[in-house]
C-alpha cells in the first residue's frame, strides 16, 4: 500500500507495530497532510495473539524475530484511538482483515458478544474493506485537492457513519432486508428427485390471459442495474442482532448475499441514532491493475 501511494507521487510514512500505551509513538512522523491509514496488519490481531480456546500464543510470524506481544488485542480500534488522541482533527481511513470483517455488526468470539461495527468503535472517517487499492487511490487524490472525507459517499468498497434516513440523493429506495432473506428456521433442501404430485387444479382459462409488451433481455438487465444501484437494503440494527440469534443469522447472510461486486446493493444498519451505510464490494482489479500493483519495487 505503501509503494502504491509514493508511486501516485504521495509521500507515505509508515509507523509498524507502534507502541500502544500511549499517543506519543504515534506522533513520530508529525502531522500528516491528508490522512492516517490504520490497519492492523496480516493477519486478525485477536487470531495471532490468541489460540482457538483463549491461551496467548508465544510467538508472532509477523514480527521480526517471530517476537510476540508486540500488538494490542484488536489491534486497528486501539491505533485508531491512539490517533485521534494524538492528532484529533485529523481523518482516519480505516483498513485491513480486521476492518473488513468487522464493518457490520458483529459476533466476538473471545468475548462472547455481539460487537459494534468497527466505524462506531473506532470513529473512524472511511472503512475499507475488500480489494481497496484503487478506492484508496481515489481518496488520497480527492483529499490532496482538498476534499473533505465526509464528502467521499460514493466509492465502492467504503463504509462510513451518517445520520439515520441519509441518502446520496432523492432517488434512492429502500428495502427490508426481508425480502432479500427471510428470518427464522431454515427449510431442508427439497429432494431434487422427489416425484411431484400430479396436478388436479383446472385447466386455465385462456381466453382471461391478456397479451403484455415483449421486453428484450437488454432492456431487461438494464432497468435491474438502475434500480440495484439506487437500492439500499436495511439489515437489522445491532440493537437487534445483539440479543436475537436469528436476526444475527439473517443479517450475516444478507450481507453474503449482497457480497458479489457485480449486482450487490448498499446496505445500512442502524446503530443507535446513526446509520452505518456500507456501499457495493468493489470491482475486482483488471489484469493491468493488479499488475501496477505487484511490479511495483
Not at 43 to 69: F, H
Amino acid at each position: 500500500i505503501g509503494l502504491m501511494l509514493e508511486a501516485q507521487g504521495f509521500r507515505v510514512g509508515i509507523i509498524a507495530q507502534p507502541d500502544w500505551h500511549s499517543k506519543d509513538p504515534f506522533m513520530a512522523l508529525g502531522e500528516p497532510n491528508l490522512f492516517f491509514g490504520v490497519t492492523a496488519g496480516n493477519m486478525d490481531s485477536m487470531i495471532n495473539r490468541y489460540t482457538a480456546d483463549r491461551k496467548i500464543r508465544s510467538d508472532d510470524a509477523y514480527t521480526p524475530g517471530g517476537q510476540g506481544g508486540q500488538r494490542p488485542d484488536r489491534a486497528a480500534l486501539v491505533y485508531a484511538q491512539r490517533c485521534k488522541e494524538a492528532w484529533n482533527d485529523v481523518p482516519i481511513v480505516m483498513g485491513g482483515i480486521e476492518a473488513s470483517l468487522r464493518r457490520i455488526a458483529h459476533y466476538d468470539y473471545w468475548q462472547d458478544k455481539v460487537r459494534r461495527s468497527m466505524l462506531v468503535d473506532a470513529k473512524c472517517d472511511l472503512l475499507l474493506y475488500g480489494n481497496a487499492e484503487r478506492a484508496l487511490v481515489e481518496i488520497a487524490h480527492r483529499a490532496a485537492h482538498g476534499e473533505r472525507l465526509a464528502q467521499m459517499r460514493d466509492i465502492r468498497g467504503t463504509g462510513f457513519l451518517t445520520s439515520q434516513g441519509w441518502r446520496p440523493d432523492a432517488g434512492w429506495q429502500e428495502l427490508d432486508s426481508t425480502t432479500v432473506d427471510l428470518p427464522g428456521r431454515v427449510d431442508p433442501h427439497p429432494d431434487p428427485y422427489a416425484m411431484e404430485p400430479a396436478s388436479t387444479a383446472p385447466a386455465e382459462d385462456t381466453d382471461a390471459v391478456q397479451p403484455i409488451r415483449l421486453v428484450s433481455a437488454a432492456e431487461r438487465v438494464a432497468a435491474r442495474k438502475l434500480q440495484r444501484a439506487k437500492t439500499v437494503v436495511r439489515i437489522p440494527a445491532y440493537e437487534a442482532v445483539a440479543y436475537d440469534p436469528v436476526l444475527y443469522a439473517h443479517a450475516s447472510r444478507t450481507l453474503h448475499l449482497e457480497s458479489n461486486p457485480g449486482n450487490a446493493r448498499a446496505l445500512v444498519q442502524a446503530h443507535g441514532e446513526r446509520d452505518v451505510w456500507i456501499n457495493p464490494p468493489p470491482i475486482p482489479l483488471s489484469t493491468e491493475e493488479m499488475d501496477y500493483v505487484y511490479d511495483l519495487p
